[in-house]
Structures are given as C-alpha cells and as structure tokens.
C-alpha cells in the first residue's frame, strides 16, 4: 500500500474483481452516497459474505478498503481517501465501468465530495489553505508520539538548544523576560537584564528559599523575591519554585537534555482553552457545533 503507483496497477489488473464490488458501494439500498471509514469496510465485507467471496477478505483488494478513512460515490465514479500510514494520504477515484484508476489531488477529492451536498455550477468553492501555519514547523512521524504534542515540542526545542547552547543561554532568557500574559510578567521582571543578573538572582533566590519553610506559598515570600526580578511563573509553593530556580541554575551550568525539557515542561503556557465541534456545520443533530 506504500506504493501509489503500484497499487493502481494492482487494481487495474484486477479491475473484473473490483468493478462488481464498486457497483455494490454506487447501488447500495439507502441510496448514500458519502461513506465513513467504518461503512467502507461493512459494505465490503457485506459484499463478499452475500456473493460468497470471503476469501477477498484476506486480500490485498482488502487493503485497499481497510485504509479508507472515507469514500464519495456517484455513478460513475467513486473517490476514496486512503491513509496507509501517519500523514501519508493518497486519493484514488475509479470508474467500474472503464476499469480507470486515476491518484488525484485532495482539492479534487473534496470538491467532488462538496458537490455531494450541494448541487451547484459555480466553481467558486470555501477553500481554507493552513499550509502558511505549518512552514518550518516541526511534524511528528512516529506513531508513539501521537497525543504527547506538547511533550514532543518540548523535546524538539530541547534539543536545538543543546545542540547551540552558545546560543541558548541567548534563546532561554529573552524569552522569560518577555513571556507574560495580558501585560502581567510570568517569569522576570525589569530588575534582571542580563544572564549573569539572572544567575546571581537564582543562587540568591535558592539560599532565601532555603530557609523557608516548603509548603510556604509564593504570597509569604512574594516581596523579597520580586525585589530580586521574580515573578509568580515559578511556583506556587517554595518547594517548587526552589526546585526551578535549581533546574534553570543546573541548565546554565552544565546543559542536560532531561533539566531542560523538564524546566520548559513547568512554565505557564497554556492561559485559554477553546473547544470547537465542527458537527453543527454539517447539518448533524444533537450534537455540539453551529
């Protein structure tokens, strides 16, 4: 399935098999004509079971719906997007009757699939282009890293860090200085503008806090630590922020790998959450959306 052009090929050779299967998807009972990923693979299964063609469940005709996320059908033609591995889509649209197997471009795929849902001779069609967002932006390509986005940037800027950390020092400061939010500084404030104010600040910070008690909170020791250049960013209690001052002071001594990404992991990022369902746009019921 990696192979596109290798594939067409398979089901060009192919196509007295698969010419029958696609007439049973563009001639299906309820008349759909937009499939799910879970639909392709029903429909397919229900088709060899009702012709007694099981044995195409274990082949390679069988991967091809097995990495369908979704299908569009209109006679003649059926349009499928295929996903055969993370970030990888291929779209293919076949026609049963001449045996074509054509790859074409997303934008294809989902004008034909617009066309589906409202009939309209204009090709004037809503296109949202978020390629612009992406350039230079680090993408994931193992499938372990899915749903540790944060952790997986955090890695990344940990390691070009380390890697010119000539510069780091140069990269790690300016940012505390700046990152606030809503004109409140989170980390710095104007008593600290130089990295070896920031280092002095630290020790100095640390051997204050050591003579707190730990669960002490940032509101009792709130006023020595601002006349040093803190701000609330680093803790809500003195042990924790005890322990960053010890993290960021060990990252300027000897960079290690884990301290950073561990030091970059506990600053405040995250101010606003927004949820969006897209589901009210498409017409669906009882579900959160427009």
């Known amino acids: 399935m990696s192979d596109i052009t290798d594939l067409r090929e398979y089901l060009q050779d192919h196509h007295d098999i698969l010419a029958p299967i696609l007439r049973y998807y563009l ?40 990495y369908a996320q979704e299908a569009a059908a209109r ?30 471009e997303i934008g294809d795929f989902l004008r034909f699939k617009e066309s589906m849902v409202e009939e309209s001779s204009s090709e004037q069609l809503l296109e949202i282009d978020l390629t612009p967002f992406e350039r230079d932006f680090p993408k994931m390509h193992q499938t372990r890293s899915i749903g540790r986005g944060v952790e997986y940037l955090n890695r990344r800027l940990s390691s070009r860090l380390i890697q010119s950390f000539s510069q780091g020092d140069r990269l790690i400061f ?10 409140t500084p989170f980390m710095l404030n104007d008593r600290i503008a130089t990295v070896t ?45 005890r322990e960053n001052f010890s993290l960021l002071a060990d990252i300027f001594e000897a960079p290690d790998y884990g301290n950073l990404e561990k030091f970059l992991g506990r600053i405040p990022m995250i101010f606003n959450i927004v949820i969006l369902s897209p589901h009210g746009f498409f017409g669906q019921e009882n579900v959160l959306g427009l």
């Not at 940012?175 to 606030?180: A, G, N, P, T, Y």
């Not at 709130?222 to 701000?231: Q, T």
Request: with cysteine.
């Open 27 to 66: 001639e299906n009972e309820e008349g759909r004509n937009l499939f799910l990923r879970s639909d392709i693979w029903e429909i397919f299964a229900d088709y060899c079971r009702i012709t007694g063609n099981e044995q195409l469940l274990d082949s390679r005709l069988a991967g091809l719906f097995s």
């Open 75 to 104: 006679a003649p033609w059926f349009y499928i997007a295929l996903r055969p591995k993370i970030a990888n889509w291929n779209y293919l649209r076949l026609n049963p009757e001449t045996g074509d197997v054509e790859e074409i």
């Open 174 to 183: 300016p940012f505390l200085r700046v990152h606030s939010y809503k004109g």
């Open 197 to 241: 104010q920031l280092q002095l600040a630290l020790n100095n910070g640390m051997e204050y806090l050591g003579s707190r008690p730990a669960e002490a909170e940032w509101s009792d020791v709130e006023g020595k630590l601002r006349e040093m250049g803190f701000e609330p960013g680093w803790g809500r209690t003195v042990a924790q922020i």
